[in-house]
């Protein structure tokens, strides 16, 4: 069972009843009972998951059990080979690149890696990626575009690293040819948000032309903590600063930054990643059909466009009165 | 087409006044010499003594470059509507009408079309007492429209940077500007037309991370100011303090990430002489 987060304290509770009751002499009436509290965590988990603030969404697209990218590149994808290094200094844990075979098509995917356990995140830098990560994923891309495979972006991280490496070795640069070479590649290009879309540090292997979100990931310009330190100069105030920075999946499909959610499994894509794959393929399989059925130049007329709009809703075009 | 519509007349230089702080002398923060403000005026708000330079407002750098302090400005009238009604410990929009009554300029950004000796150019100059130079919706579209209008009519753009990087109080919206600016500077650069990236103190942040490392040159003025994350983050990340001139012109060019470092007095000079090497002969 996947750790539980504080807000979904009346599921622990259920749970430890049925602790107990399991500890008792089986009989019909146990059976009864933890069947029906069993249903009852459904229930409730249901409940809890359909009400759920921003700042408890953060927790969930947070949350230590929720799939990685190479969870979800293991369930969907067969024949992955991984491929390493920027060739110029290093390669980045915190990006992973690989050749993948999907459905009966050929695939480049590239992804944050945040780590399952205590040593994989360390080694994953807890998908702080780093220059050469962003390196990485660009000569993969182009690698990918030679050879006309369609590229299938998996974002989770909490940020571009923030370290003096990075700064010294030009993570800016980095993430900023990303941005623009991402939005020449002629091959189709669908980005899935399935955790933590960390504002730079997310958006530089995120230039697509089908941006998928899943249900209770977030995507922000900055973390709800940072934006609470820096304009409530209180970093407590993270639950207020998480809402005001509109970071939820409807709330971005609200605002046209996203083309669709992806709906997961009741209580989080943690609480049963199988199921949540099954949503994930149905979306991914049905845009990656979509995006290579246009012919190359409509497509990168889309894809300008698509981002071309963005923010057009927060612009008045009026004289100074 | 629609973008040149608000094109305005060319502006007369406005009140002088604005580039340093008010009065008749002033003191620089690096060498405390005492200067008078009209000298400081005549060296484009730079140390007469020490060559600190002190920071231009986005209208100053515009008279800065152009010949004659004449341009024409271009996408006046567009405003930010608060697309998230934001509200930290005060209303965005509170923010932005105090900006927009202490700069007189409606966002972060302005743009002008004007001659660059001689020659036809796009500039872009984030102000950055507009909310701290911040990248909202109003400055990517800003930017777009001049990166398109460079495209339109094969000029080049010029972006001066000055900005804490994405504001925040537009959220995801301010992130994605990254893209659509990157975007248009895509297409700027497959039509094989000049972008100047001018790194002034501070570039930070998004602005970085987009648009201002993605010039045919980057040049940068002294002592500036460029990173992604802040000094402070990086901070509390490593938990050691920084080494004395972290992320200063210096320690970039120094890393192989600026192509030139440039002192104001010699930057429309520079300028000029890189379009040379970019336009064609007979554009001139
Ligand atoms: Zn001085």
Redesign the interface.
Known sequence: MPELLDFEEPVGVLLKEIEALSMLPDSDQRRQDITRLTERIVSVRAELYRGLTPWQRVLVARHPSRPTTLDYIERLFTDFIEIHGDRRFADDHAIVTGLARYRDQEILVVGHQKGSDTKQKIYRNFGYARPEGYRKALRAMQTAQKFGRPIVCFVDTPAAYPGIESEERGVAEAIALNLREMAMLEVPVVIVVHGEGGSGGALGIAVGDRILMHEFAIYSVIPPEGCAAILWRDSARKVEASAALKLTAPDLLGLGIIDEIIKEPIGGAHTDPAAATTLLDEALHRTLGEVAALEVNVRLELRYQKFRKMGSIGIVEEAES | MAWFK?ARTPIAAPDKASRVPEGLWVKCPECDAIIYTRDLVKSLSVCTKCGHHFRLTARDRLLSLFDGEHWVEQDA????????T????KPYRARLEASRKATGL?DAILIGVGRIDGSETVVAAMEYAFIGGSM???M??KI?RAAETALARRLPLIIVSCSGG???????????????I??????L??ARLPYLSILTDPTT??V???????GDINIAEPKALI????PR??EQ??RQT?PDG??RSEFLIE???LDLIVDRRELKATIARVLRFMMPNDAA
Do not use: Y
């Open positions: 608000k009238d567009l405003k930010s509507n608060d697309p998230l934001f509200t930290d410990t409606p909202g919706v109003v990517g579209e777009v994405a504001r925040m109080m537009e959220g995801a919206l301010s992130l994605m500007q990254m893209a659509k990157s975007a248009a500077l895509a297409r650069d497959r942040g998004g970085t991370a987009s648009l201002a490392m993605l990173g992604f994350a802040g983050v990086i990340t490593i920084l972290f992320q890393h192989g990430m």
